[in-house]
């Protein structure tokens, strides 16, 4: 598609912006459910994109209310309004009417990378107007603009040429609409929200295999992780009253490397309740995907080397990771505290692999050793890396790995733990997260952002009064993944208040 094409899709998208912030929406409808849209393209699309661009929907309504929450507001609402304005592009007049409830693209593969086509779709509340803006929007340009078609019942396809169009109409084929695999995908997402998006699988490992080709290297797709192998990848972002959610699907039996189900952590059961970010997930399913990377012909000679170099094999350091995982940091003077703690079946096995590791990087002049410390009961092995010391030892089926100098002390001692704090309990309940999931990462926004700007002032920078003001409404957050078996789904959470 055409730069001036593409720039002028991403000006209706920001316009969209700029009209809900600056007037606050008109009456409450929902937002995008179904797309109208996907009735007339082909069902072979490549991907599918829906944008509800109805000011008057609920969800438009919401993101006005969250805007109100940034001090900065206005002044981006003006820089955007002066963008449309350099394009000489009024909302009100060229773009409203140009407009239907929702703005469609679609990507459809052809013979070649190069023949991979775009087209946009509207049903205009103006049809003169829509005519007027693609008319302006060509006017005076170099090289080809864009183009349109009247695809029946008040709907247009805009694209870079007819060609295009054409490749994305469903034409004496099936509709999107109609297929199955798409009503599959759209179902694992939110009723209403503010886009839409789907991505065919097969045809998504087609376009990879064209690129492989293309590239004339003999790549394996199989070191993609299972990508080529999945029915649909789909998405949606909403707006709520608490913040913004991203909501992904993927199926397919690609699905099955992404992990290995949901579990409860017990890792997170002893992690201290000041703990600025916190990570969890079972390794054994990814590890099991990168041993297979053995066999690649591609992958496989240089991770040889790499085990030669690091004076362990690829089994012994995935199998550090093969049960739950866990990494926290927490506060520290100056720099922040991290620590790592792997569930470990065999604790001295575990041990002698990092020993191992240690050593081969302590040969090549990398690390030093230093005095080993107790903490709560447990020999803590120590390295130093220029001035940061690094401990490591094990107890209780778990292995530490920290920067902390009293952070095992502090993970088994009782007290304040992570689970029990009000902000981690504030940020699960605004985001909807369950006990159990397929692992999940938090970060504590609240106090992490102001530490980061401490941070900063220290370095000699500081961070401009303006930008720490429209940091403040940002509060936590919260990633994590569901289900099991060929389908996942993925939610991104980020708490505005």
Not at 167 to 175: M, P, T, V, W
Not at 323 to 332: D, I, L, M, S, T
Request: hydrophobic share 40%.
């Amino acid at each position: 598609m055409s730069l001036r094409t593409r720039t002028f899709l991403l000006g209706l998208l920001a316009a969209l912006a700029v009209a809900v912030a600056g007037c606050g929406g008109g009456s409450q409808k929902g937002g995008v459910s179904t797309s109208k849209g996907a009735s007339l393209v082909t069902a072979n699309v490549l991907a599918y994109v829906t944008v509800d661009s109805d000011l008057g929907s609920s969800q438009w309504k919401q993101v006005d209310a969250l805007s109100h929450k940034f001090p900065g507001r206005d002044k981006a609402i003006a820089q955007l309004e002066k963008s449309l304005s350099d394009q000489n592009v009024d909302y009100n007049s060229d773009i409203k009417p140009a407009l239907g409830s929702e703005v469609d693209v679609a990507v459809a593969n052809g013979a070649t990378l190069s023949d991979v086509s775009f087209a946009a779709l509207t049903k205009p509340d103006d049809p003169a107007k829509f005519k007027a803006l693609i008319a302006k929007m060509n006017k005076g340009g170099s090289g080809s603009g864009a183009v349109y078609r009247d695809v029946g019942e008040g709907w247009f396809a805009l694209s870079q040429n007819q060609q295009m169009i054409d490749r994305i109409l469903k034409g004496s084929s099936s509709a999107l609409a109609d297929n199955s695999t798409y009503s599959d995908a759209l179902g694992k997402l939110p009723s209403d929200a503010l886009a839409k998006a789907y991505v065919n699988g097969p045809a998504l490992a087609t376009l990879l295999k064209q690129a492989v080709q293309q590239s004339n290297t003999p790549f394996d797709l199989s070191a993609l992780g299972g990508i080529d192998k999945l029915n649909y990848i789909s998405a949606s972002l909403s707006a709520e009253s608490d913040g913004v959610r991203l909501r992904g699907a993927v199926s397919g039996s690609g699905a099955a490397s992404l992990g290995s189900g949901e579990y409860t952590s017990k890792l997170m059961d002893g992690v201290p309740g000041d703990a600025l970010a916190f990570l969890t997930f079972q390794g054994g399913g990814l590890a099991d995907s990168l041993q297979k990377l053995e066999n690649n012909p591609q992958l496989g000679p240089a991770l040889k080397q790499m085990e030669s170099g690091l004076g362990v094999s690829l089994k012994d350091v995935l199998d550090l990771f093969r049960n739950e995982v866990a990494f926290y940091v927490r506060p520290g003077t100056p720099l922040p505290e991290f620590t790592l703690v792997l569930a470990s079946k065999d604790e001295q096995q575990s041990l002698g692999t990092i020993d191992k590791l240690f050593t081969r990087l302590g040969a090549g002049g990398l690390i030093q050793p230093c005095a080993s410390t107790q903490q709560g009961g447990v020999t803590m092995k120590c390295v130093q890396i220029s001035r940061i010391a690094i401990r490591y030892g094990a107890s209780d089926g778990k292995v530490f790995i920290t920067t902390g100098p009293s952070a095992v002390s502090e993970y088994k001692a009782s007290g304040n733990k992570l689970a029990d704090d009000p902000d981690f309990k504030d940020a699960k309940a605004a985001a909807a997260m369950p006990d159990s999931t397929g692992g999940f990462v938090y970060l504590n926004l609240k106090d992490t952002i102001p530490m980061i700007e401490s941070l900063a002032g220290l370095g000699g920078t500081n961070v401009p009064s303006e930008v720490s003001a429209n940091l403040a409404p940002l509060r936590s957050f919260l990633a994590w993944s569901a289900g099991s078996g060929d389908t996942r789904t993925f939610d991104v959470f980020l708490e505005i208040k």
